[in-house]
């Protein structure tokens, strides 16, 4: 955690990796403007809170600006994407659309690494924040599988369909089952939040819908669970199995 302003604006420019700012609620002017849009430049969340949250996490003169540092690199998908294709690889994407939870987050890049994933793209806003839990919850593997930080998943949607990949969306209304999906191909799937799944504007411009089957009558897997059944499936089906 960085705070005041011109520590703030020297890890920005300096090229440090920032996940979030707090900017104190009625902060107007010049440099409001300049925080704003280095936010917009270098794809930083800035989030407006009263001043007494900041008093809460720095005791010190926060000049009414808090930076998070990353404990990650964020990429880009248009500069991981064709790597993938040059390195002779098939695409395995991940994409999580309003998945908050720390620890599902590290337990799903968990899956995702052991699975050969190439990479793993969250939105820039109502994402889990990359912290200490969900490195732990990880083991590791946030340490080890790039992931993309876009402004929109539906262009990162739209980009992935402009390169050939086919894009897969987890859904329980779905008719398919997720074993009846080929996945061999380039592949990129979309899991949503637990509470409210995948946003429906996603759905409709997914190419395929699947629902994994249950028996029993609880509601649905946990999203983390969801998410290694859907890459077990995706790795044995690449094994010929």
Known sequence: MIYGRQPVLDAIEAGKTVDKLLLQQGTRGDFEKEIRQLGREHGIPVQ???KERLNKLVRGNHQGIIGFLS???YYR????LPGIFENGQTPLILLLDG????RNFGAIARSAEIAGAQTIVTSLKGSAQINADAMK???GALAKIPVCRETSIMAAVELLQASGVCVFA?????????FEMDFRQPTAVIVGSEGEGVN????RQADELFIIPQVGTTD???VSVATGIILYETMRQRAGR
């Not at 998908?77 to 991981?80: F, G, P």
């Open 220 to 222: 649905s897997f946990n």
């Open 48 to 50: 407006v809170v009263p």
């Open 77 to 80: 998908l248009e500069d991981v």
């Open 99 to 102: 998945i908050t939870d720390v």
């Open 200 to 203: 429906p504007a996603l759905l």
């Open 137 to 139: 919850t990880s083991a």
């Open 71 to 73: 404990l990650v690199a």
């Open 170 to 178: 987890s859904d329980l209304q779905a008719s398919k089952m997720v």
